[in-house]
């Protein structure tokens, strides 16, 4: 029997730990299932996870976030090894960064294995330095603790011949000067930074949720003195990934919800001298009509429809465009009122919105004190808001105006299912000021 020493029996009894924590939560209770019970003991589990470890891969830039069914290769690239240009990028990272996997969804438990901690760092890079006690916790055996963990260790690893897909984006550059000669040609493929955009997620969720803004902008409404920085993104849009399965992406993109930020790429536009009117109306959408570039937007695609185009790409390549652009347009409208109202304008008796458009548009009143006077009031307010389902509802208001105003324009034939299209353009495209991950299909 080999005796382990203290750091290596360390190592055994937090390998130990993951696997019985594994195997209860797949008997839940259920102790007579010999069987099931018999594939978590200690080595048969790692055998099998040492097997399976080849089904998923330890990378940095991921190929499917660009086309769910790209059958390429992604790619890990350590951020220090990257070239350092002035320009942001995942260079920037340096040793702050999140590894993505991808591959066979039900192999993530392996991954989730290699990142358990033993003195402060993950079995995998205890693993990737072969580590001797770390070997002689995993089996007594050498030779089979060498196979483990060069199994293990092949999460990270590089294909001979990177390949593309169809699927994938793909571009040439020109190097030479002969474009009509194929050769001249240098094949480009841009591929999704996971690692950088998990980055921007986390920095993007502080800054809407985090405390220390909370507290800015705490003081900013009882004007009161405050010695920290305050920041904000506006202008935001949030592109989903991987649909009700953002775990067909990656690990990283599911652990976001499919949620991935993209930074405004615009000037800023705040027109403050035409104050959007929220008192003493019933809904804002009768003012949507008159934001920004809504009504020319609007126009154009009455006149896409009314012409009965040819069902083509090029049709639906337009008619997307243009429901996207009124989306978006939602969107500022939207960011447009919360930054010219005071939070907490709802309260007033003179608002007469329906409650969906108040938690839409007066999201910071749940960080004010209920008042003594109006208490149920305001506890309803913040459970309706932490319950999450009022962006389905404001979804609603969105299509029946959409709807209204292209009977308007001549189109008699809008009805129940083009409703419920811009219901799922609108939970799509706009920006949701919601902690909660939004679902893209769940409009009735």
Excluded at 133 to 159: H, M, N
Excluded at 165 to 175: D, F, G, P, R, T
Excluded at 268 to 293: K, M, T
């Amino acid at each position: 029997m080999t005796i382990l020493t203290a750091r290596a029996s360390a190592f055994r009894s937090a390998i130990t730990a993951f696997i019985e924590e594994r195997r209860d939560a797949k008997l839940k209770g259920n102790n007579t299932d010999i069987e099931t019970a018999a594939k978590y003991e200690y080595t048969t589990w790692l055998a099998d996870a040492a097997r399976r470890v080849n089904q998923i891969q330890a990378v940095t830039h991921v190929l499917k976030a660009t086309h769910p069914d790209a059958r390429g290769s992604s790619l890990h690239l350590t951020p220090n090894n990257l070239p350092q240009h002035h320009e942001i990028g995942s260079h920037l990272l340096g040793d702050a960064f999140a590894e993505d996997i991808v591959g066979n969804a039900a192999a993530l438990d392996v991954f989730k294995f290699l990142k358990t901690e033993v003195e402060g760092k993950r079995l995998f890079d205890w693993m990737q330095e072969a580590d001797v006690d770390l070997q002689a916790a995993l089996s007594a055996d050498v030779e089979t603790a060498q196979e483990w963990i060069q199994a293990f260790s092949s999460l990270i690893r590089a294909e001979s011949q990177p390949a593309s897909h169809v699927a994938a984006k793909q571009l040439y550059w020109l190097l030479g000067e002969e474009p009509a000669d194929d050769d001249e040609y240098h094949l480009l493929q841009p591929l999704f930074s996971s690692s950088l955009a998990h980055k921007v997620h986390a920095d993007i969720q502080d800054v809407r949720f985090g405390e220390e803004n909370k507290l800015a902008r705490q003081a900013y409404r009882e004007k009161s003195e405050y010695d920290g920085e305050y920041r904000d993104y506006r202008g935001l849009v949030v592109r989903k990934l991987g649909g009700t399965k953002p775990q067909n992406i990656s690990q990283l993109n599911s652990e976001r919800g499919g949620v991935n930020y993209l930074l405004a790429s615009l000037p800023p536009h705040w027109n403050s001298s035409e104050q959007i009117n929220v008192l003493r109306v019933e809904s804002v959408f009768n003012r949507f009509y008159f934001f920004d570039d809504v009504s020319e937007l609007l126009k154009a695609l009455s006149s896409l429809l009314l012409s009965d185009p040819e069902a083509i790409k090029a049709t639906r390549e337009k008619r997307e465009a243009l429901e996207q652009a009124l989306g978006q347009q939602l969107a500022l409208f939207g960011e447009s009122i919360r930054f010219a109202q005071e939070p907490g304008w709802s309260r007033h008796p003179d608002c007469r919105l329906p409650q969906s458009q108040r938690l839409w548009l007066d999201p910071e009143r749940i960080e004010l004190p209920v008042r003594q006077d109006h208490q149920a009031e305001d506890e309803q307010f913040n459970a309706d808001y932490q319950w999450g389902d009022w962006p389905d509802e404001v979804a609603g208001y969105f299509a029946n105006w959409l709807n209204a105003q292209l009977h308007k324009s001549g189109l008699k034939t809008v009805g129940d299912v083009e409703y419920k299209h811009w219901a799922k353009q609108a939970v799509i495209e706009a920006h949701w000021p919601v902690p909660q991950q939004r679902r893209a299909g769940g409009v009735a």
